[in-house]
């Protein structure tokens, strides 16, 4: 069961407070952030900031106001004093802003993906249209499963995660038709990723597979049963866990931004 720290919602033209929705299924978008530590940080906040910027003018639910109003919200519901290891939700539609702090789960390393044939509306965005996802996740432990959403035999991304697939050490992700998350955009840099079609029926070919996001972090696979898929090393999850670890050392503290 997620356990949430807070939970509301903001008229947009004013900022008084209102009866809190999730905002699921409407016509919006969405972030989620890892925020940690004393004083806060938030990995990768600005990247974070930036991309729901740009998707809310994709949307069209933009004003010159949001970006100023979204740092009020998130200023204003923050406890300076409290050490935090919580994933922070920011929902953005034409008349509202919802955040949400929940607690960071810990990911086991016995981590199972079940394949799910599913590809999300307009993928490319992280838009609010995820009941499915969301209903699909309710019925598992999130500590040690996830979905891996497929289409016309290729796996694209996960229910939380973006896939990186490793073969005899080299590395590989979709190419398109997912979102592609700020700690994917990251490792891009850090290490050489081709970008391939990933077929189900080809996934013997690979060594390794990592999730990589804001709540997995950086998470290796153990096992895709219905492919009788199973995990030969941890070479490569050491090598992006150690560089994600450096990031997380050096990022800004979160009072520089706001």
Not at 44 to 53: S, Y
Not at 164 to 189: A, E, Q, R, T
Not at 209 to 230: A, P, Q, R
């Amino acid at each position: 069961m997620v356990k949430y720290l807070l939970k509301k919602s903001y008229n947009r033209k004013d900022l008084k407070e209102k009866e809190f929705k999730d905002l699921w299924n409407a016509h919006g978008v969405f972030t989620t952030m890892w925020i940690y530590g004393k004083p806060q940080k938030i990995l990768f906040f600005k990247e974070h900031i930036t991309n729901l910027i740009k998707s809310t003018k994709t949307y069209k639910i933009y004003d010159k106001n949001l970006k100023a109003n979204i740092f009020k919200v998130i200023k204003s519901n923050l406890n300076k004093q409290k050490k935090y290891n919580h994933l922070l939700r920011i929902a953005v539609t034409k008349n509202l802003i919802s955040i949400s702090l929940r607690d960071k789960l810990k990911i086991k390393k016995n981590l199972e993906l079940k394949l799910v044939n599913y590809n999300r509306i307009n993928p490319e965005h992280k838009n609010l249209k995820y009941k499915f996802i969301l209903k699909n996740l309710s019925k598992m432990d999130n500590t040690k499963n996830d979905i891996a959403l497929c289409s016309k035999g290729k796996i694209l991304e996960t229910g939380t995660s973006n896939i990186i697939f490793i073969k005899k050490n080299k590395y590989f992700s979709p190419i398109n038709k997912f979102y592609k998350g700020v700690n994917l955009k990251f490792f891009d840099k850090q290490f050489k990723i081709k970008k391939t079609n990933i077929y189900i029926e080809s996934l013997s070919q690979y060594d390794e597979i990592l999730l990589i996001g804001s709540g997995k972090g950086v998470s290796t696979v153990k096992s895709i049963k219905e492919k009788n898929w199973k995990r030969k090393n941890y070479k490569s999850y050491k090598n992006f866990l150690k560089k994600y670890k450096i990031q997380i050392m050096q990022q800004k503290i979160l009072s520089n931004y706001l």
